[in-house]
C-alpha cells in the first residue's frame, strides 16, 4: 500500500471499501475521480469512460462448443456438397477428415429480421429480433482447455484474470449483500477456477460459485448457512465484535483490523440477503414453469437461468451460467446436440423472454456461446471435431442490435471469413458496453500493466445500438 | 555480439499491455473496411505471399528488421497500403501500377538488392494483386517507431546489479538499544528523523510472535510458562534455538519457500493430471531447511540436480528430487502445437527462476526487450535454448495431451520382494481364472450338445466372475516402484532461435545459450556446450558474488519476520520493483549470508534475535504522521497468521494436531485429479490432521480453508502472499464444520482439564477457564473485562440449563478463532 493509500486509510469507510470483498472495485478508477461513495449504504457507484449500455451480464456458456453450422450458420452449399472434399485445407491438429457433411436439421428465417436459426431452437426462434448473432467469431486453442481458458481470461497459456473478475475490479457490485461476480455451476476441467479467478487481481474479485460442472447441486454458497439460530448466531457475532473493538482499541488504529471487522457485518447481511435470493421457490408458479423448472428435461438449467435472473435483479454485475462439458460432439452430433438444446432453448428462451418483460434486458446483457465451434467436416462417421477458426456467439439486450446477424464463415462454415470478431474483439466489446474502454482498464503487476485483452482487441462498433 | 546489437534495436510497439490506444484501433478499423479475404484466398496468401515477404522482404521492411527502408513496412496490410517514402506500394487488382511489382522486375528500385527474384516468384506476387493482394495480416502494427536500444554498461549502474558489500554498522545515540547491527542500521535511520523506536513487546507477545514465525505453531502454555519462568539473560536465545532445532521449523519454512516455487500436487491448467510423485520434493524442501541446506547448494539442486556429482545413492536421490522445481508449473498439456507448448514450458521456468532466485521478471523479454529492466530478447532466448535443451515433457497420455519425465527411483530391497509377490500373486489368479475359463466352455458346450440346464456352468459362471474381480483388485493393489519427477537433459541439445513477439510460428536468428548480460562481468555464454547448460545456469546463479541471489533471500527471510521487505516487491528487484528501504542493512546481511556460507538458519536467528524484531507494534500518533506505511520500522509490522498456521493452531489447541510427516496425499486420486465430471470435489475433502503443509495442493481445487484465508495461488511464483478481508473469511470462521469441531475438541479438552483439577463452583471455574481458554487460544492473559465478557456470555448461554456449558464455551473459542488477535500477530 502506498503512504498516500495508506493515509487515505484513515478514513475507515473508504478503506473497507478498497480491501473488503462484495468488489468495491472501484479502485480501477481511481484516476477517473469523483467516486461516489455513497457512506450510508456503501456502494461505490464508480464513473465509468463512457455511458454504459448495460449494467450487468448474464454469459451463457456452452461447454465443449456448440457447432454454429447445426444451429445459427446456414450453409447451402454444405448442404449441396454433402459427402464431397472439402475445397481447401483444413485446420492442422485436428482428427476430422476432409469431407463435408450436411447439417441434419432444417434451418428456416425468423422474426422480422428473417434470422436464420435451426429446428434445434424453436423456443428462440420467438426472440430472433432480439439476438446479435456474431457469425464470425474466432479465437486462439484448438484443445478444450486453451480455448476455455481463451474465452474467460483472454488467454490461451498464461494465468490471467477472468472476464468477470476483472469487471467486478472495474465495476463493483450494485448491492453491498451480494457478490459483484457469481459463477452458476462453473466447469471443473479445463482451467477450472482459473476461468472465474482473479489471478493476480485482489482476491475479493474473484466468483462465488455455486454448484459446478453444469449442476446446480444444493444450489448454496459455500459457508453461507450456520445450522444455527440467526439470533444465537447475533449473540456470538456481538462477542466477536466486542473482543475485535478491544483489540482495535488496544492498536489505536489499524486498517487490518477495522476491515475485518466490518467484513463480519457483511458476511451477517449476506447471510441475510443471499439465501433469499438463492430460493427460487419464491417465484412464482407461471415463471417457474416459464423457464421449465419441474420438467425433468429442462429442470436444472431452468433453475440455473432463473437463479441467474433473480441475481441480476437483486444487482450482482457479472453472472455465468454454465452447462457440463456437453456439447462435444466428436460424434453422436444428432443425439448430443438435439438433448442438448432440448435441455436449453426452454430456459434460455424464458430468460429473455422474463428480462424483456421486466425492462431488463435493455440494460442486460445476456451473451450465449461456447469455446470454439464445430468443423463442416465430418469425424468418424456422425461427429464434428473443435473448430476455433470460425463459429457462432450471440448476444441480446444491453445495446446490442437486435434481429442482426454479424460477419460471415466462408461458404463451408469453416473459417471466419467477413467481419471477423476475435475472441479479444468479444472481450473488448463487453467492457465497451459496460461503459469500460479495454485499453484502460488496467491493473499493474509484476511490473506490467496487465488488461483483459492484452495488446489486442477492437470493439465491434456495428452491432451496438 | 553484433547479433545482441541488432536485437536490442528490436522494440516492438505493441508492448505487453497499454501500447495500442482506441484511436490506433479506429485507424486500423478504418483501412480494414475492404474486402476480407476468402478461404481460397487466405490458403493462396498463406502458402504462397507470406513466405516470400519473410524470405525476401521482412529483413528491411517489417517490424524485424532494425530500421524500416524506405520507410515501407510490408509487415502488414496497412503498411504496404500506406506504404512508404515513395508512396504506397501495392494497388490492389493492378500490378502494373503498383511499385512492388515494378521494383522485384528491377525496373524501378531493384529489390530485393540480394539478388532479383526467380521469375515464377515475380509471377505469384503479380498473381496475389490481380486477386485484390487479400492479406489477412490486420493485426496491430508492430512497426518501431524509435528504435530504442539497451544500453547494458549503464543497465549494471542500477544498485540492485552492484554486488552487494558489508558495512559498519553506523553509530548511534542511544546506544544501549541495539542488540546486533541490524539495530544500529534501523535506529540510526530514525535517530536521524526524529524517531523512536517502539519498546518492547512484552514477553507473551513476542513468544507468540517467535513461535508463529519460526514453526507456524502456538506457543503452549507450558512453553508460556517456561519463558516466563525463565529470567535469565539468554531466556530469549534458548527459545529461538529451541524452535530452530524443531522439526517444525522446516515445515513453516520450507511452505514459504514452496510459495516461491509454485508447489503444487496436480498441474491444473487446461488437464488437472495427478503429479503423484511431487511430494518429494515438497518434503525435500521440508528437510532442506531442517537440515540448513546452504542455499547455494539449494538452489544448485534444483535447477541442475541431476547433473551435480553425488557421493551417495541417497545424494543423488535428494538432488535429482530437486529438480522437481523446474517440473511442477502449470502446463497446458491438451495444447496441440507441442512446439508452442514446449515454449510455454520454457516461458514458466525462465519466469519462476527469475523470479524465484533473482528477483527479477524475465518473462517480458519474451516477446520484446524488457520495457523497464536491461533485459534484452536475446537474453532470455539465450536462457530459453538451456531450458529448451532440457527434456520436462514426455510422452501422451492421450491423444494430444502430453505427460512429463518420471525417472525411476532405486527400488529398496523390501519393495523389490512386494514387487515379485504381486506378480506372482497374479500369475497364479490369471492361471486359476483360465482354468475357470475352460471348465466353463466344456460346461456351456456340454450344455448346448444335451440341451438341458445345467446348474453347475452357473455356478462355474459366478466363479469366473469372481475370479476376474479378484484379479482386478489384485491389479488394483500393486505396489508402485518409486518414481520422481525429475528433469534430464535432452538427446538433442542446442541453442534456441529468437520467436519474434514470442510467436512459435516467427522463427528469427539463433542465439547462443547463456545468461543475463546485465549480471556478468566476462562471458554470458556457456563454456560447455555439449551440456544443456543448467549446471552451468545453477552455478552463475549461486555464485557468492551475484548481485541478486543472496539479496534476494535474505530479503524473503526479513519479509517473513517482519512483516515487510527492505524491499518490499520480494519478487521484483527491477526498476519497478521498490528501492530498498536499508540499501546498507540489506547489503550487509546478504554478505553475512554469503559469508555464513548461506545460512538460512544462522540469518533467521540473527534477525529473530533482535531488537527490531521485539519491538511492539504500539502506535504512536507522531511517527505515524512521519512515516505511516512504518517503512523505517519504528515498531513492529502487526503481521497475519497464513492460512495454514489458522488450520494448524486451531487444530493443535483442541489436541487434534498429528505432527508426522505425509508422503503423497494424492495417492487416492485419478490420473486426472479433477475432471468436468466429477462432482466431488478432492481437494476440499482434505480431513487430515496432519499439518497444513501436507494438504493435497492440487490446482484447481485447493483445499477451501487454505484459499479462503490467502494462500499462495500455486500457478504463480508468490512471494508476498495477498492479505483480504474478505465477507467469505467471516462466514467461514462463523459456519464452517471443521472450525466449530476444533472449537468443540478445544472446549471439551479444557473443560476436562479443569474439572480435573478443581472443584470450586461453576463461576469460579468459568472465570479460570476464561484464563486458560485465552492463554490457550490467542496466547496471553486476558484482562479483568475480557474474563467478564466471556463468563458473561457463557452463563447468558446456559441460563438454567447447566447441560449447555460445554456448547457455550466451545461457542466462545470459535469467536476467538474468529477473532481478529487470533488470526494476527501483535
Not at chain 1, 201 to 211: D, E, H, M, R, V
Not at chain 1, 316 to 325: A, D, E, H
Not at chain 2, 261 to 288: E, Q
Not at chain 2, 662 to 682: F, I, R, T, Y
Request: charged fraction near 25%; include cysteine; glycine fraction near 8%.
Amino acid at each position: 500500500m502506498t503512504t498516500a493509500a495508506y493515509l487515505q486509510s484513515r478514513i475507515s469507510r473508504r478503506h473497507l471499501l478498497q480491501t473488503s470483498g462484495c468488489g468495491f472495485g472501484y479502485l480501477a478508477f481511481a484516476d477517473l475521480s469523483t467516486q461516489a461513495a455513497s457512506a450510508g449504504s456503501g456502494i461505490a457507484i464508480p464513473e465509468r469512460h463512457h455511458p454504459a449500455r448495460a449494467s450487468r451480464v448474464i454469459f451463457l456458456f456452452m461447454h465443449g462448443g456448440p457447432s454454429q453450422v447445426d444451429l445459427f450458420d446456414y450453409k447451402p452449399r454444405l448442404q449441396q456438397e454433402n459427402g464431397k472434399e472439402l475445397p481447401f485445407k483444413a485446420a492442422p491438429n485436428i482428427d476430422a477428415k476432409p469431407t463435408l457433411m450436411k447439417s441434419p436439421w432444417k434451418f428456416s428465417r425468423h422474426g422480422e429480421s428473417g434470422m436464420w436459426i435451426s429446428e434445434l431452437l424453436p423456443e428462440l426462434w420467438r426472440h430472433a429480433d432480439d439476438l446479435c448473432v456474431i457469425r464470425s467469431m474466432h479465437s486462439r486453442g484448438q484443445s478444450h482447455g486453451q480455448a476455455v481458458c481463451m474465452l474467460h481470461t483472454g488467454s490461451d497459456n498464461f494465468v490471467r484474470p477472468s472476464v468477470g473478475a476483472w469487471i467486478s475490479y472495474g465495476l463493483g457490485t450494485e448491492n453491498s449483500r451480494l457478490p459483484a461476480f457469481v459463477s452458476i455451476s462453473p466447469p471443473a476441467g479445463h482451467g477450472g477456477p482459473r476461468n472465474y479467478g482473479t489471478a493476480f487481481l485482489p482476491a475479493s474479485y474473484q466468483a462465488t460459485t455455486i454448484g459446478r460442472s453444469g449442476k446446480l447441486g444444493s444450489g448454496s454458497i459455500d459457508n453461507l448457512v450456520s445450522g444455527q439460530q440467526l439470533n444465537d448466531q447475533r449473540r456470538q457475532l456481538d462477542l466477536l465484535q466486542s473482543l475485535n473493538r478491544n483489540h482495535l482499541a488496544r492498536a489505536v488504529q489499524d486498517a487490518q483490523i477495522e476491515g475485518a471487522i466490518e467484513s463480519f457485518e457483511l458476511a451477517s447481511r449476506m447471510q441475510e440477503t443471499a439465501p433469499e435470493v438463492l430460493d427460487i421457490s419464491k417465484e412464482p408458479k407461471s415463471i417457474q414453469d416459464l423457464y421449465g423448472v419441474g420438467d425433468k428435461t429442462t429442470d436444472n438449467f431452468a433453475k440455473q437461468c432463473l437463479l441467474a435472473r433473480r441475481m441480476a435483479e437483486a444487482g450482482v454485475r457479472y453472472i455465468q451460467v454454465s452447462t457440463g462439458n456437453v456439447w462435444d460432439q466428436h460424434s453422436g452430433l444428432r443425439e448430443g446436440h438435439e438433448k442438448n438444446c432440448r435441455e436449453t432453448d426452454r430456459p434460455i428462451a424464458a430468460l429473455l423472454t422474463d428480462l424483456k418483460s421486466r425492462g431488463m434486458l435493455e440494460d442486460t446483457l445476456v451473451v450465449w456461446g461456447g469455446e470454439f465451434g464445430r468443423t463442416p467436416i465430418v469425424q468418424g462417421s456422425n461427429g464434428r471435431d473443435h473448430n476455433p477458426q470460425g463459429f457462432t456467439m450471440w448476444m441480446a439486450g444491453g445495446g446490442t442490435k437486435g434481429g442482426l446477424a454479424w460477419g460471415n464463415t466462408d461458404e463451408y462454415g469453416y473459417y471466419a471469413v467477413e467481419n471477423r470478431v476475435h475472441m479479444h474483439d468479444l472481450h473488448a466489446t463487453i467492457l465497451h458496453l459496460l461503459g469500460i474502454q479495454h485499453d484502460r482498464l488496467t491493473y499493474r503487476y509484476a511490473g506490467r500493466d496487465f488488461r483483459l485483452t492484452d495488446v489486442y482487441g477492437s470493439v465491434v462498433h456495428d452491432i451496438v445500438t | 555480439m553484433q547479433l545482441r546489437i541488432l536485437l536490442t534495436a528490436v522494440a516492438l510497439l505493441s508492448a505487453c499491455a497499454g501500447g495500442v490506444t482506441a484511436d490506433e484501433h479506429l485507424t486500423q478499423t478504418a483501412t480494414e473496411d475492404s474486402v476480407r479475404p476468402t478461404a481460397d484466398e487466405l490458403a493462396f496468401f498463406e502458402s504462397r505471399i507470406r513466405p516470400l515477404l519473410v524470405r525476401h522482404c521482412y529483413s528491411c521492411h517489417s517490424a524485424e528488421s532494425k530500421e524500416i527502408k524506405g520507410g515501407l513496412s510490408l509487415h502488414n496490410r496497412a503498411g504496404w497500403m500506406t506504404g512508404g517514402e515513395s508512396g504506397p506500394a501495392i494497388v490492389p487488382g493492378q500490378p502494373e501500377e503498383s511499385l512492388l511489382i515494378s521494383a522485384v522486375k528491377y525496373e524501378s528500385y531493384k529489390m530485393p538488392p540480394q539478388g532479383k527474384l526467380p521469375d515464377a516468384d515475380i509471377e505469384t506476387l503479380t498473381q496475389w494483386i490481380k486477386m485484390g493482394a487479400p492479406d489477412p495480416r490486420t493485426e496491430p502494427s508492430s512497426v518501431p517507431q524509435s528504435p530504442a536500444g539497451i544500453d547494458i554498461e549503464k543497465g549494471r549502474q542500477f544498485w540492485a546489479f552492484q554486488p552487494p558489500v558489508a558495512h559498519a554498522p553506523p553509530t548511534v545515540e542511544n546506544q544501549a538499544w541495539p542488540r546486533d547491527a541490524i539495530d544500529n542500521f534501523i535506529l540510526e535511520r530514525l535517530e536521524r528523523h526524529q524517531l523512536q523506536p517502539a519498546g518492547d513487546a512484552d514477553r507473551l507477545t513476542w513468544l507468540r510472535r517467535i513461535t508463529f514465525d519460526l514453526t507456524g505453531l502456538a506457543a503452549s502454555i507450558t512453553e508460556q510458562d517456561t519463558f516466563l519462568a525463565d529470567s535469565s539473560d539468554t531466556a530469549r536465545e534458548k527459545v529461538v534455538d529451541r524452535l530452530l532445532a524443531s522439526s517444525q521449523f522446516g515445515v513453516h519454512w520450507g511452505r514459504h519457500w514452496l510459495d516461491v516455487a509454485r508447489y503444487a500436487d496436480s498441474n491444473g491448467s487446461d488437464f488437472n493430471a495427478t503429479y503423484y510423485n511431487a511430494w518429494r520434493y515438497r518434503n525435500y524442501v521440508v528437510d532442506s531447511f531442517n537440515q540448513d541446506r546452504p542455499y547455494d547448494q539449494f538452489v544448485r539442486e534444483q535447477l541442475a540436480g541431476d547433473l551435480l556429482p553425488a557421493a551417495s545413492e541417497e545424494q543423488k536421490e535428494q538432488q535429482l528430487t530437486a529438480t522437481t522445481f523446474l517440473m511442477i508449473g502449470a502446463k497446458m498439456l491438451s495444447e496441440r502445437n507441442k512446439e508452442k507448448l514446449v515454449m510455454d514450458v520454457v516461458d514458466e521456468q525462465i519466469d519462476t527462476v527469475g523470479r524465484a532466485f533473482m528477483g527479477m521478471t524475465l518473462g517480458c523479454a519474451r516477446c520484446h526487450d524488457h520495457k523497464f529492466d536491461p533485459i534484452p530478447t536475446a537474453d532470455y532466448y539465450a536462457l530459453a535454448g538451456i531450458f529448451r535443451s532440457t527434456v520436462v515433457l514426455e510422452g501422451e497420455s492421450q491423444a494430444y495431451v502430453s505427460t512429463w519425465v518420471e525417472t525411476p527411483l532405486p527400488v529398496p530391497a523390501e519393495l523389490a520382494e512386494a514387487i515379485k509377490q504381486h506378480q506372482l500373486k497374479k500369475e497364479q489368479l490369471t492361471a486359476e481364472l483360465a482354468a475357470l475359463k475352460k471348465e466353463l466352455a466344456a460346461a456351456t458346450e456340454q450344455k448346448a450338445t444335451s440341451g438341458q440346464a445345467d446348474p453347475a456352468a452357473d455356478a462355474l459362471k459366478e466363479n469366473v466372475k469372481k475370479k476376474e474381480a479378484e484379479l482386478r483388485e489384485h491389479d488394483k493393489s500393486a505396489p508402485q516402484p518409486p518414481k520422481v519427477m525429475a528433469a534430464r537433459e535432452a538427446p538433442t541439445i542446442g541453442d534456441c532461435e529468437i520467436f519474434v513477439r514470442g510467436e512459435v510460428s516467427h522463427r528469427g536468428p539463433v542465439v547462443n545459450r547463456g545468461f543475463l548480460q546485465v549480471v556478468s562481468n566476462g562471458s554470458a555464454h556457456l563454456q560447455q556446450k555439449n551440456e544443456s547448460g543448467r549446471r552451468e545456469l545453477a552455478e552463475w546463479i549461486a555464485r557468492p558474488d551475484h548481485p541478486l541471489t543472496a539479496r534476494v533471500m535474505v530479503n524473503r527471510i526479513w519479509q517473513n519476520l517482519l512483516g515487510e521487505g527492505l524491499v518490499r516487491s520480494v519478487d521484483n528487484f527491477g526498476h519497478l520493483g521498490e528501492l530498498p528501504s536499508h540499501g546498507e542493512l540489506l547489503d550487509t546481511l546478504a554478505a553475512d549470508f554469503v559469508d555464513s556460507g548461506f545460512s538460512v538458519k544462522s540469518i533467521v536467528r540473527r534477525i529473530a534475535l533482535s531488537r527490531t524484531y521485539a519491538m511492539s507494534t504500539y502506535f504512536d500518533e507522531q511517527a505515524f504522521t512521519k512515516d505511516p506505511d512504518n517503512r523505517l520500522l519504528w515498531r513492529a509490522h502487526r503481521k497475519r497468521v497464513p492460512a495454514e498456521s489458522l488450520r494448524d493452531a486451531m487444530l493443535q489447541v483442541s489436541g487434534s494436531l498429528d505432527l508426522t510427516a505425509a508422503e503423497s496425499p494424492v495417492a487416492n486420486l485419478g490420473a486426472l485429479a479433477v475432471d468436468n465430471s466429477k462432482q466431488a470435489s478432492s481437494g476440499q475433502s482434505a480431513n487430515s490432521s496432519r499439518r497444513s503443509l501436507y494438504l493435497p495442493i492440487v490446482r484447481n481445487e485447493l483445499p477451501a480453508f487454505l484459499v479462503v484465508f490467502d494462500f499462495a495461488d500455486p500457478d504463480i511464483v508468490t512471494g508476498r502472499r495477498p492479505e483480504t478481508n474478505v465477507p467469505a473469511q467471516a462466514m467461514f470462521l462463523m459456519n464452517n464444520p471443521f472450525v466449530k469441531e476444533q472449537a468443540k475438541r478445544t472446549a471439551e479438552r479444557l473443560l476436562a482439564e479443569s474439572r480435573a483439577e478443581t472443584e470450586q463452583d461453576s463461576e469460579t471455574a468459568d472465570l479460570q477457564l476464561a484464563e486458560m481458554v485465552m492463554r490457550v487460544v490467542v496466547g496471553r492473559v486476558p484482562t479483568e473485562t475480557e474474563r467478564k465478557q466471556l463468563t458473561d456470555y457463557v452463563q447468558s448461554v446456559c441460563q438454567d440449563d447447566a447441560s449447555r456449558r460445554s456448547q457455550a464455551w466451545s461457542e466462545v473459542i470459535q469467536v476467538l478463532f474468529a477473532s481478529t488477535e487470533f488470526r494476527m500477530l501483535d
